[in-house]
Each structure stands twice: as C-alpha cells, then as structure tokens.
C-alpha cells in the first residue's frame, strides 16, 4: 500500500489507522504469521498499532503481546506465565532514556565511579537479555538509547565524565559490542532514529507526563516503521535489485544527445560531483550483495558507451543485467524478474522522472519507485525506506552479484539462438580435463560428499581416498573444469574408472548441477575413452546405483550408446559400452592441452 | 470558525480515528457514547484533531475535557 510506503504522512495514518488496517487485512495478501512480544519501559500501544500496519504492508501478520506498563524488565527476568504462553517468535524490547536508572548524578563524581554506574546500567540489560535467551530461543530487538534534548553543561555534556549525553553514548557502544558478539540479537537504533527526526520533535514532556510515551506521538510512525524494517530483515522480506533508470540518474545529460565526453558525471562540476556520489553509494548496496540492473530508454551501445565514462564508478560489469531499449519500463522490469527468477516484488526502481515511476508502479504494484528531484532526496529515500535493511551479513551476500550476473548473461544469450546446439557454441565453452592434481584435491572430495542428483553411484571419498585413486596405476581418475566467455565454474565433473585386465569399472561419475545441458559429460567420455585405450581397454562397464536424488541419472549410460546387460527390481542397472570404434562425442567445448592456460 | 463548521471537521476526524462512517458527535458528546473511546485512543483523537486544527492542548484541558462541547470550545479559541 502506497500510504505506508516511506515517506509517509505518519499522522494521516496515524488518524485512519483503523481504515488502513481494515483494507489491508482485506487485500488478499498471503502473509506470514509471527508472534511478537513488546516489552516496554513506556507506554507502546500506539506503536504497536502502527508497527501491525507497516508489518502486514510487508507481508507478516503479527499477532502481539505487550508487557504490563513499563515491567520490560519484570517479565523478562522473572518471567511471566502470561508471555510463557504466548510463546513469541520474536521479542522487542522497547526500551528509552527515560529507562536510565544510572546516570551519573554529581559533576564530583570520577571515571571509576561513572564506570561503575555504566556496568550497573548495562547489567540490567544483560539480565533481560540472557534470561530472555534462556525461555526463548527466538530473535530479541533492544533500542538503544536516544541522546537527551537538555545538556545543563552544553558541550561538556557530551565528553565530560559525569554528562549525561556522554553516559549514554558510552552505553549505546556496549550495546553495539554486545549486538555484534550475539546472533539473534538485534539493536533498533534510535539514536539515529531521534536525531533523524530532530531531538526538538522526538522529544515531548507532554506525552510522557499525560500519557507515559517517551517520544512524541507524531514520532511513532516513524519508529514503528524502523522497527518494521529490522523484523522484516530478520524474516528476509527484503528487497534484492536496483533498477536504475540511466539519463540525469546515474549521470547528468542524456548520452544519446550529449555523447559520452557531453554526459556530467566526475570532479569537474558539482552537479558531477553529486552523480559520482550517488554512484558510489549504490555501487555500496552491491557489495552488500543488492543486484543492479538498469532500465533505460537508450540505445543500449549508448548506454555502455555512458558507464564506460572514465569517471564511471559503476561499470557495466556491475550490473546483472542491462536493459536499454525503448520499451516499457514495466516490460523490462518483468523481463530482468523473470531472468533472474526473482518476483517483481523485490525490485527497487530508481528515476528521476516521476512519470516513469508512475507508469511502473501502475503495470507492476510490487515494485517499489524512487523518483526524486536530486539524487540526494534519491538516496536519501533509499536510506530511510528501509528496502535494503541488513540484519546479518553472509559470505554468499558478498558474492552473489557475480553468480546471478553470469547466470543472467547464459539466460539472456540462450534467448538470442533458435537451436540449442547454436547457443552452445556460442557461450565459448573451454575444459580443462586432467587427473587429480593436488590443487583439485579438496574439490574433488568436496563434490563427492556433496553431489546427489548427478551422481551415479553416489560413493563418498574421504579426502585421502581421492588422493590414493589418483596415484594408483589401476585407476583413471579425471576431473574436470569448465568455463565459458562469462566465467569459470571451476572443477564441476569428476570420474573414477578402476582397471580389470581390458575391462574399466566406473566407480564414480559425477557432475555439478550447475553446467547440465552443457554437453560436459560428453566431453569427459571422450577423454576417459581415449586413456582407456591408451591403456589397452576395450571395454568399459557402467553403473547406476538408484537414489531418491538420481533419477536425472537412470538413463546416461544409455544415451551414451552404452547396452544395458541388468535392470535390478531395485531400479539399479550395470551398462557396458565397446570402445574400439568409439568416436568422440563432444562438439562444443573446446579442450585445453595439458599445460595450456585456459 | 463558527460551531457548525468546527462540528463538521470534527466529525470527520472521529469517524477516522474510531473507524466508524456513521458516527455524529454533537456537544453532548462524551465518550461513554463511543464504543472505541478509551484511555488509550484518546491520545490518538487527541493527537488528531491537534493536526486537524494546528494547535494543542494544554495537559489540564487534555484530561479535563468533559465532552465534545468543551474541545468545541478550546478550538473554538484557538484553532485554526
């Protein structure tokens, strides 16, 4: 829903809540139920209304549980047999400044003193933490602590030993460190949430003396919608791409009128200065594993020529897929979705022309829009929406543009050939077939431990195994590597034929899912027959041991050429395939010599 | 801003705070007619029709209000 979408007018829906609530509980919407328990150190009604709304908006109907008045700490220490009951799926503890119990009282006091307090203070949170983690195993938000709106020593407070605003900086570090050394352990920072908002407005005595909140209440939406943002992230309901629109987004100018060396983008002007920037903190998501794409009404040349600029800090290598035509936006938006097999619910479009942002949000109402007058406001927007908010970080983010990038371009490239065979040849495929050199090793065991669907006898090798199957004479062990025109796949296929006088036993064949339908096993047929031979066998005997996971399997030998000689009742089957007139089968990868770098 | 026009607009905000199209407050009105009217969302109505009419209530006249009248006459004095 539109309304709820950052920036908001929290008031309005703070007015309609219960109209808004109405139309989104009616919407049709699968969503997934969790229980979340908010253990508060003030008044949360109202923001538990407005967290409900922002949550089922992103798909998570919760169901709440709220401490008594201010007993956060009651019920998570002593525990509670009305929140034993509810049995949470995730526990907030709505926490503020106004729940400081330590700070520092006299300007007398020392740094031994202020420490100790600090410990104290911190103690007390421990506590609600360690017992929560001990009844519940679930995820645990704690604020941390916003700064104070009075500082009686100005400055001073900030740094001087007994200030306040300094106590609670001090605090919020020890609640980072903690967050940082325990999974499942989350900090909502309203720190930044209130100095966002401006202290001024966060804070308002009034509400806390009428009501008991500790912020103002035309702050809530704005904290409930920060807060739905980590719970979300904790449930992966984020967001996946950027869509970027190119002209006066990603550069100033149009490059199609301007040509590349027209374009702004660079240290020359300020208005350069401001895309460089812009640039620099999308390319930032994508570290952070955020695919981009771009959608552009371009020649698409134009468009590479543009991220070709020197001064270009993203390259047309960082983006998975590029989209520059003069087709609907919407269109290629379905289109990247559907290449990268991701709903058009986790894209983010960003253009500078509200009109294309209209016209997307009108086809494609999952995707969220960014239109924007500068790309200050653009990235600002990015920031506060919370599209992208990260909760942990895993080493698959890290590489994840890499591997839909090359995923995407085979994808793309398969659309663009009318025969298989045509697009085959085209990905300018090369193998690097060989025996187990020691570098491979670990690949090697690793694939046999861990491959199941292509995998006909599904045998297991420890690592030495491996090793000592590669020495013996009476073995041909190969392994093979394949890589394309976008990128290596590394060891993907692995063989092991044991020698019985002119007989091969293949004992294991096996091959990563990730290069099927590329002719791969053809290619490692090829090269076990022609040792074979050189080793005086005429014959080689396969296997198929059945699985639940092999099916794909059954009939390999078969459309090999090779004759079956048993079908067991069990589904098992041994094949045998006459070498002497073999001729070679793969025609679409190239082999590398030995020593030849592929 | 006479009585009628004030009454209008507020009308507008109850029946958005409490959810419910059908509701007509008059100056008689307290909250022992409104189902939804409780402590807590008395903050929201509260909050809301601060917004409706730029302005806010002094803490003695937020929990002192005795009816619809009473807020009729504080925005009568103060709203805009």
């Known amino acids: 829903m539109k309304e709820l979408e950052y920036p908001f007018d929290g008031s309005s829906i703070m007015r309609r809540k219960v109209a808004v609530k109405r139309e989104l509980l009616s919407d049709g919407t699968p969503r997934i139920k969790k229980k979340i328990a908010v253990l508060g150190g003030s008044t949360t009604n109202h923001i538990v209304s407005l967290l409900e709304l922002f949550l089922l908006n992103f798909g998570i109907e919760p169901e709440f549980y709220q401490s008594e008045y201010n007993k956060f700490y009651e019920e998570a220490v002593f525990g509670s047999p009305e929140l034993d009951s509810f049995a949470p799926d995730l526990i907030y503890i709505h926490t503020t400044s106004r729940n400081l119990t330590m700070l520092p009282e006299s300007p007398a006091e020392d740094e031994q003193q202020v420490s100790q307090r600090l410990e104290e203070q911190f103690g007390i949170f421990r506590q609600v933490w360690e017992s929560l983690s001990q009844h519940f195993s679930c995820p645990v938000i704690q604020n941390n602590f916003e700064l104070p709106l009075l500082r009686r020593t100005g400055s001073y407070d900030g740094w001087g030993v007994t200030g306040h605003s300094a106590f609670i900086q001090r605090l919020n570090v020890m609640l980072s460190d903690h967050a940082r050394k325990n999974a499942s352990f989350y900090i909502h920072d309203i720190n930044y949430l209130s100095a966002v908002c401006g202290l001024e407005k966060w804070h308002d005595a009034e509400a806390w003396y009428l009501y008991k909140y500790a912020m103002s209440t035309s702050v809530i939406p704005d904290l409930a919608y920060s807060l739905a943002c980590v719970i979300k992230s904790i449930y992966g309901r984020n967001r996946k791409v950027i869509a970027l629109d190119l002209d006066n987004t990603l550069w100033g100018g149009v490059i199609g009128d301007d040509g590349q060396e027209g374009i702004e983008i660079g240290p020359e002007t300020a208005s350069g200065q401001s895309f460089s920037e812009f640039q620099r903190y999308i390319k930032g998501y994508k570290d952070y594993g955020v695919l981009l794409t771009v959608c552009s009404k371009n020649e698409e040349e134009n468009a590479v020529l543009g991220l070709e600029h020197p001064s270009s800090v993203l390259r047309p290598s960082d983006f998975v897929s590029i989209k520059a035509n003069w087709e609907q936006k919407d269109k290629n938006i379905s289109e990247t979705a559907e290449e990268l097999s991701l709903g058009t619910d986790s894209f983010v479009f960003i253009d500078d022309n509200p009109a294309e942002c209209a016209i997307v949000e009108g086809q494609l109402p999952m995707v969220r829009t960014v239109s924007f007058k500068d790309v200050h406001e653009a990235m600002y927007k990015l920031s506060r929406s919370g599209c992208f908010e990260v909760t942990s970080v895993s080493a698959d983010d890290l590489h994840r543009s890499e591997m839909y990038a090359a995923n995407a371009k085979r994808t793309a490239q398969q659309k663009n050939f009318s025969s298989y065979g045509d697009y085959l040849l085209s990905l300018e495929m090369k193998a690097e077939i060989c025996g187990f050199l020691p570098v491979y090793i670990s690949r090697i065991t690793q694939l046999t431990n861990k491959s199941n669907q292509f995998n006909l006898t599904t045998r297991r090798y420890t690592e030495n195994e491996i090793r000592q199957a590669g020495q013996s004479d009476d073995h041909i062990c190969l392994c093979g590597r394949l890589e394309d025109k976008f990128g290596d796949n590394g060891i993907v296929s692995v063989v092991i034929g044991k020698c019985r006088n002119t007989e091969l036993d293949i004992e294991l064949w096996l091959m990563s899912c990730r290069v099927l339908k590329r002719d791969m096993e053809l290619a490692m047929l090829d090269e076990l027959v022609r040792l074979a031979r050189s080793k005086g066998i005429t014959r080689i005997n396969g296997f198929y041991y059945k699985t639940p996971k092999n099916r794909m399997v059954s009939e390999l030998y078969g459309s090999f050429g090779f004759k079956r000689d048993e079908l067991k009742e069990n589904g098992d089957s041994i094949w045998h395939l006459n070498i002497n007139d073999y001729s070679n089968k793969n025609k679409v990868i190239k082999i590398k010599e030995q020593g030849e770098q592929l | ?80």
């Open chain 2, 1 to 80: 801003m006479n009585t009628n026009e004030i009454i209008k607009r507020l009308n507008e905000v109850f029946r958005d705070v409490f959810g419910d199209p059908s509701i007509s407050v008059s100056p008689a009105t307290t909250s022992e007619d409104i189902d939804d009217w409780d402590s807590i969302e008395h903050i929201n109505l509260i909050a809301a029709v601060e917004d409706e009419f730029g302005m806010r209530f002094k803490m003695r006249e937020v929990s002192g209000m005795k009816n619809v009248g009473e807020m009729i006459d504080i925005i009568s004095e103060r709203g805009k």
